[in-house]
C-alpha cells in the first residue's frame, strides 16, 4: 500500500515537473539585461510590438537611428516557438518593440508529419477495420515536425523620447597602437535630431564642444546639457579631417 502510494506522488510531482517546464517561457529564461535595471518604455501602458528582424548589425543601427535604445537580448535553441511566446516576454518588461530571428539548424524529418497524423488517426480510432483505407486529416499541427531545432534571438528596445542633441556614441580609448585617440565615436545619429540637422555622421568622432575638448561621453553630455537651447559649435573628426559644424538645441 505505501508502495502504490509513493508511486502516485511521484507521478504526481512528475506531471507538475513537466507542467512548469512546458510552460516555462525560454525568451524570459534567457534574457540577458543590456541596460540599467529599471529601463522600459516611457509609455505607462505600451503596445508592445513585435517584427522579424534580417541582418542584427544592420537592424541595431536603424533602430537607433530612428529614436530607440536596447534594453537586452534573449538567444537560444529551441524547436519551433509561436512568436506569442518573444511578444509576452516584452510586454512583461515593457519593451516599445521586440526584434526577432530565428534561424533552422538541422534537417527534419520530412516524413514526421505522416507519422503523426497515422497516429493521430489510429489514437482517434478512425482505423477500424485491418486492410480498409480511412483518409487522415492533416492540420496545421501535424505539419510541425518536432525534430527542426532553431536558433532564436529576439532584441528588446524602448523608444526614447525627443533628443536634445541625437547621437549614439562610445568612448574611443585607444587604437591599435596604444596611442590614446582624439573625441567619441559616433555609432548612430537619430533622424531629424539636432544632430543630423548639424551634418553629423555615423563614425565620426566628436571632438569639442564651444571650443571645449571631450573625450568621454558624460563630458559631451554635461556640455549639451549645459547649453542646452542655444547654438554650439560642435568641433569632429570624418575620415582623417578635423571640422566644425553648428548645432542648435
Known amino acids: 500500500m505505501k508502495k502504490s502510494y509513493l508511486n502516485i506522488i511521484l507521478s504526481a510531482l512528475f506531471l507538475i515537473s513537466t507542467n512548469l517546464l512546458a510552460d516555462e517561457n525560454l525568451f524570459e529564461k534567457n534574457y540577458v539585461l543590456q541596460s540599467p535595471e529599471d ?8 503596445e508592445t510590438k513585435i517584427m522579424r528582424g534580417w541582418d542584427k548589425d544592420t537592424d541595431n543601427v536603424m533602430m537607433l537611428e530612428n529614436g530607440y535604445d536596447f534594453m537586452g537580448f534573449s538567444g537560444f535553441v529551441s524547436t519551433n516557438l509561436p512568436p506569442s ?9 515593457k519593451a516599445d518593440l521586440i526584434l526577432i530571428y530565428d534561424r533552422q539548424i538541422n534537417e527534419g524529418d520530412r516524413a514526421s508529419q505522416f507519422k503523426q497524423a497515422r497516429q493521430k488517426a489510429i489514437k482517434e480510432k478512425r482505423v477500424k477495420d485491418f486492410g480498409k483505407v480511412t483518409e487522415i486529416e492533416i492540420t496545421e499541427e501535424d505539419l510541425v515536425d518536432p525534430n527542426v531545432m532553431y536558433d532564436f534571438y529576439a532584441s528588446y528596445w524602448v523608444k526614447l523620447p525627443k533628443p536634445t542633441f541625437g547621437t549614439h556614441f562610445i568612448e574611443l580609448g585607444q587604437d591599435g597602437s596604444g596611442q590614446s585617440t582624439e573625441g567619441i565615436q559616433v555609432i548612430a545619429v537619430i533622424k531629424g535630431s539636432a544632430a543630423a540637422k548639424a551634418g553629423i555622421m555615423r563614425n565620426d568622432s566628436i571632438t569639442s564642444i564651444n571650443g571645449q575638448k571631450v573625450s568621454t561621453p558624460d563630458e559631451l553630455i554635461s556640455l549639451i546639457r549645459k547649453n542646452k537651447g542655444s547654438v554650439i559649435d560642435v568641433g569632429y573628426i570624418r ?3 578635423a571640422s566644425q559644424t553648428a548645432a542648435s538645441i
Open 239 to 241: 575620415n582623417g579631417n
Open 85 to 93: 511566446i518573444a511578444l509576452e516576454h516584452g510586454e512583461k518588461i
Open 39 to 46: 529601463f522600459k518604455s516611457f509609455e505607462q501602458n505600451p
